[in-house]
Nanobody, 113 residues
Framework: VQLVESGGGLVQPGGSLRLSCTASGVAFGTPVMGWYRQTPGKQRDVVAQIWDSETTNYADSVKGRFTISRDNARNTVYLQMNNLKPEDTAVYYC????????WGQGTQVTVSS
């Protein structure tokens, strides 16, 4: 199983970014996918999750600003991030739970003027 992420970068406060993550080597779909983020010296925290039922879960700090969605046919999960704030700066990791946990390589998101 491999997770390939894209879409990170540098954006000004109030701006938007869209992250994508595609899972390959998955035989029976992707029941739970999500995004976590981590800053230096801190633990990796959940940002958003989505189940194959389309149920979603968000960290309180991103509710109303971030939207997670998925394309089951492509085993791809997206994270639309709007109204970005400097405190959103982190490395964002794609996450897949198949009973065994898989992580992407991480993509840097920097929010700065």
């Amino acid at each position: 199983v491999q997770l390939v992420e894209s879409g990170g970068g540098l954006v000004q406060p109030g701006g938007s970014l869209r992250l994508s993550c595609t899972a390959s080597g998955v035989a029976f779909g992707t029941p739970v996918m999500g995004w976590y983020r981590q800053t230096p010296g801190k633990q990796r925290d959940v940002v958003a999750q989505i189940w194959d039922s389309e149920t979603t879960n968000y960290a309180d700090s991103v509710k109303g600003r971030f939207t997670i969605s998925r394309d089951n046919a492509r085993n791809t999960v997206y994270l639309q991030m709007n109204n970005l704030k400097p405190e959103d700066t982190a490395v964002y990791y794609c996450h897949l739970d198949l009973g065994t946990t898989y992580w992407g390589q991480g993509t840097q998101v920097t929010v700065s003027s």
